[in-house]
């Protein structure tokens, strides 16, 4: 939505109301914390900087800015491999496989069985967290899960 209206830049963020930010990031979720710290991170980031240039440990030191953010900074604006952990991605990893961890395990975890490609990163993320919207949400919606058969979460609820 942002790219929609030419504001996917520092001066277009920076410069944009944050009323206006929220509503065009609100399918995003969360969007009126992520709202502000996009802010944050424009204002923060020298805009010089290209983003391609940018560390993780830089975007780690901007108050707001957590793994998880940072990730997906580096994923989707500086197109680098850093996987992107999210809720979405514990809920299902726990579902299906009984897979926990702090979230640099689960990084780890995907970044060493995917391919090397950032279209590849970029898709599964995306569709992992589409998954869990639409079926492995805090209340599972099990019935048309094209997952069903392999999750061990539903296996085990529906069982006598």
């Given at each position: 939505n942002?790219?929609?209206?030419?504001?996917l830049s520092f001066e277009g963020i920076i410069e944009t109301p944050i009323e206006l930010i929220e509503k065009l990031i609100r399918p995003s979720g969360y969007y009126r914390q992520k709202a502000r710290r996009l802010k944050t991170v424009c204002k923060e980031l020298d805009p010089v900087k290209k983003v391609e240039e940018i560390g993780r440990d830089e975007l780690l030191k901007i108050p707001g800015i957590g793994r998880?953010?940072?990730d997906a900074i580096l994923l989707y604006a500086g197109n680098r491999l850093f996987f992107v952990v999210d809720a979405y991605t514990k809920r299902l990893l726990h579902r299906l496989r009984n897979i926990e961890g702090d979230y640099e395990r689960l990084r780890t975890l995907f970044e060493e069985n995917l391919p090397e490609d950032l279209d590849i990163y970029k898709e599964f993320h995306a569709l992992i967290d589409r998954h869990a919207k639409e079926h492995c949400r805090k209340k599972p919606v099990c019935d048309g899960c094209p997952l069903r058969a392999l999750c061990l979460f539903s296996s085990s609820v529906l069982s006598p």
């Open positions: 942002l790219k929609e209206k030419s504001l998880e953010t940072a």
